[in-house]
Structure formats: C-alpha cells, structure tokens
C-alpha cells in the first residue's frame, strides 16, 4: 500500500493552500504607487468634429509697446475765417427801427446782424427801402395845376351870336305890334347880344372853376395813393427784417 506518499501529498496541498490565504490576508503597502513621470506626454486626445478650433492665444513672451513711443497728433481743424469788418452804418436806424441784443451780442456783431438781415429781406421781397417816399403837393403845386386845368378847360362859343339872332326875333315881334318892326329887331338883337355874350361868360367861368377844383381833387388824390402803396411796401420789408433779427435774438421795435 502507498499511504505514506498519499498523506504526503495531502500534507504538501495543505501547507501550499496556507500560505496562498496568509499572502491573501497581509495589509496593502502604504507607500503610494510610482505615478506615471509628469514631464511625460500625455496622449493627444481627437479633437470632437464639431468644435471650433481654439483662439490664438498672443505669445507670453511677446515684446510690450515702448513707453516711449510717440502718438500721432490728432488733425487740428482749420483755423476760422477771420470776420468781415463791420458795417459803418446801422442798418435798423436807416428804416426808421431800433434793435436791441437779447444775449448781449457785441456792438459790431450786431451791426452785421442787422446789415445781413437788410440785404436777406430786400433780395426776398424786391423792396428797395432806400426809394424816396412820395411827397405831399404844396398849396403852389395845387394852385399851379389849377391854373393850367382852367386854361385848358372847354369854352362855349357862339353865345353872343345866339343871344343876337333870339334877341332880333323877339325885338321884331315887339316892333311889330309898335308899327316898326325893324326898329324892334335892331334893338332885340343888341339886347340879345349882350345878354348872350353874358350867359357865355358866366358858363365859360363856371367851366374854369370846375376844372380847376378837379385838377386840385385829382393831385392831392394821385399823392394819397402813392403814399399808401409806399407805406404798404415799408411795412412788409420792416416785418421782414423783424423777423430776421427776432431768429438772431434781437428785440426790434
């Protein structure tokens, strides 16, 4: 019989199984595992499909701007024109107005002002406010005209001869009934005569006077309507340069 070498062989298993559970059993080491070298590089990972490739980044080591460098001057602009000299005259007192500065405006700025405003208002409107106003006639001028339209009105003519022919027929009716008929026409047509030449007088007179009165009527008339379309054209140009000068804060009056 082989007992002997069987117990042995049971006896080996034992002791190897012993010492697999003792190696099972030990506590792990507490000393950390090498990790792997940080200088080592790491795998390059695929960069998604989709995602948009990183911004460059400037380099660190890029140079900085040179504290002294000098900045381009920015562009001046261009120097004003100089102002035109002011006018010797003011344009407000040439029309009869007065302007007052609203914001304290220099006497000279105000003469421009007032020149500018002159000149913009009489190119708009066509008024020349330096036209003569139309003048008043005088008594002589009235007188005058009053003479001339005497002489120069219709006389009546034939007043004599018709005061002779009516004055004969009615002297020769009288004479007639008297027993001398041209007796009585002679001293008709006399008495015709002069009371003819006398109604002639007194109508050509008459004649005279009425053409006179109209002559005078018509002159001062012919004055009044000049004088208001004069004042009429005054009156929109001194509305003009108000409102010129009002726009340029000044008060006109």
């Given at each position: ?22 190696k099972?059993?030990e ?10 070298a940080?200088n ?10 989709n995602?948009?490739?990183?911004a ?30 002011p006018?010797?005259?003011?344009a407000?007192?040439k ?6 500065p609203?914001?304290n ?11 500018d ?12 406010p ?13 007188q005058a ?10 006389q ?5 001869v ?8 009615g ?5 007639a ?14 008495a ?6 006398m109604?002639?007088r ?8 009425q ?7 018509q002159?001062?008339q012919q004055?009044n ?7 009429k054209?005054?009156?929109?140009f ?10 340029r ?5």
């Open positions: 019989m082989n007992y002997p070498r069987h117990q042995a062989l049971i006896v080996i298993s034992l002791l190897l199984l012993f010492s697999v559970s003792c099972k059993s506590p792990a080491s507490t000393e950390p595992a090498a990790s792997p940080t080592a590089p790491a795998a390059a990972q695929p960069a998604p499909a995602q948009p490739a990183p460059a980044q400037p380099a660190a080591n890029a140079p900085a701007p040179a504290a002294n460098t000098p900045v381009a001057a920015a562009p001046q602009p261009a120097p004003a024109a100089p102002l035109p000299p006018p010797s005259f003011s407000a007192k029309i009869g107005m007065f302007a007052y609203k914001k405006q220099s006497s000279d700025q105000q003469l421009r002002d007032e020149f405003c002159y000149n913009s208002v009489q190119q708009q409107t066509g008024i020349n330096e036209a003569a106003a139309p003048i008043a006639p005088t008594a002589e001028d009235i005209a009053q003479q001339q339209a005497a002489a120069n009105a219709p009546a003519q034939g007043g004599r018709r005061g002779a022919a009516r004055g004969a027929a002297g020769a009716v009288i004479g009934i008297a027993g001398d008929a041209g007796k009585g026409a002679g001293i008709g047509a006399v015709g005569t002069m009371r003819g030449g109604r002639q007194q109508t050509n007179a008459a004649m005279k006077d053409a006179a009165q109209s002559a005078g009527s002159l001062q004055y309507q000049d004088k208001a379309a004069y004042d054209k005054m009156g929109t001194k509305r003009g340069f108000s409102a010129c000068m009002d726009a804060s000044y008060s006109v009056k």
